[in-house]
């Protein structure tokens, strides 16, 4: 991996030095880690014309959050009270001469800002912008492997639950069974805060779960994802609880999973951004649903569970191959509950078979 990792921060050098600064700052944790293989806490990356070090307030932990560090970059540990990891690696591109550093304004506060400037008043900063975050975009063939191996964790997690007695256990007791069951599977965590949904509060977008218990009759939606190895997936279901679905149920699941197909079926690289997220949107808004639907029908996944490209209206841009993404549309009914059907895909031409499903828990409406 360590050749994989120069190669990223290769490729940044190349774009710096194509924009006419001589050295990067990276402060977001997850582009640290992208280019470092680890992102100690507060740990910063120095990207520079002949030598890159990430920069630490502290001794690494080793830590599995932490990340493996790229065993051929340098680090260096600060060692005074208080030190920024950030001025220090300022300090550094002003000692190697560089005329300007690129920083990442998104991620860089204003005080700390001020503090690179105060140290080095000779270094021109430049603004990176979302370099990083652009070069994330497409995954090489061992992050699939690692969104792969946490999209099997999700689904061996829920088919557990859905084997157990629900009827009256609460929202928030099935949220954190969940989490357990995904460290058990070999999971660094979850990959956000897993959402259980029952009755009235079903098919609702990231609700957090109440003391509100499962009862008959009840839909229950659920939304989870692992965390492996840094990188993170995405599953959510819903299901009838312990009876015949309602005709109404039977209606409301059938047109959310046609348009969940549909967004999937969109997958395609080349597809534009917006295409994809019309193909699922049009068909709930078709069905009278337009203006109670999410801003977004999915998103990029990968060191962070939601990041570029955002599938919505607006979005610009296409899909490359090795994208993975999510599709995710849902409907909620106030006071009666709702739908949402989520899955975590990796976009694939056409002649490999099209997009590649990597959360495979059944999409059939289950009476549990």
Wanted: glycine share 10%; charged share 25%; net charge negative.
């Amino acid at each position: 991996m360590s050749d994989v990792y120069a190669a990223r921060r290769g490729l940044l050098r190349d774009r710096c030095a194509a924009a006419g600064n001589a050295a990067a700052l990276i402060t977001r944790p997850a582009n640290v880690r992208y280019l470092s293989g680890a992102s100690p806490q507060g740990a910063v990356l120095f990207v520079g014309p002949v030598e890159d070090v990430l920069f630490c307030a502290a001794l690494p932990t080793g830590e599995a959050d932490e990340g493996r560090l790229d065993e051929g970059l340098r680090l260096s540990v600060l060692t005074g009270p208080g030190a920024d990891p950030a001025v220090a690696a300022a300090d550094m591109a002003a000692s190697v001469r560089a005329d300007s550093l690129a920083v990442e304004e998104h991620h860089l506060t204003v005080a700390r800002h001020r503090a690179l400037r105060s140290v080095a008043p000779k270094l021109r900063l430049a603004d990176l912008g979302t370099a990083v975050e652009q070069q994330r975009l497409v995954k090489d063939e061992e992050e699939i492997t690692c969104l792969r191996i946490a999209a099997e964790i999700a689904d061996q997690a829920l088919g557990e639950l859905l084997e157990s007695i629900l009827v009256g256990r609460t929202e928030r007791h099935l949220a954190l069974e969940l989490e357990r069951r995904l460290v058990d599977h070999g999971a660094d965590g979850p990959a956000f805060p897993t959402s259980v949904g029952t009755g009235p509060h079903s098919g609702r977008s990231r609700h957090r779960p109440s003391d509100r218990r499962v009862e008959e009759g009840d839909f229950l939606s659920v939304c989870l994802g692992a965390n492996y190895r840094g990188y993170r997936c995405e599953i959510g279901r819903t299901f009838v609880i312990g009876t015949t679905p309602a005709d109404w149920q039977i209606e409301l699941y059938d047109l959310v999973f046609r348009a969940q197909r549909a967004g999937r079926e969109a997958l395609l690289p080349g597809a534009a951004y917006r295409d994809v997220d019309h193909a699922a949107r049009s068909v709930l808004d078709s069905a009278g649903h337009g203006e109670a639907l999410a801003p977004w029908t999915g998103h990029g996944v990968g060191l962070e569970i939601d990041e570029d490209p955002q599938l919505a209206p607006t979005a610009m841009g296409k899909l490359d191959a090795c994208v993975p993404v999510t599709v995710e549309p849902g409907v909620h009914l106030p006071g009666r509950g709702g739908v949402r059907i989520d899955d975590t895909l990796v976009v694939r031409p056409e002649a490999d078979g099209g997009p590649e499903l990597l959360t495979i828990t059944t999409k059939e409406l289950l009476a549990l």
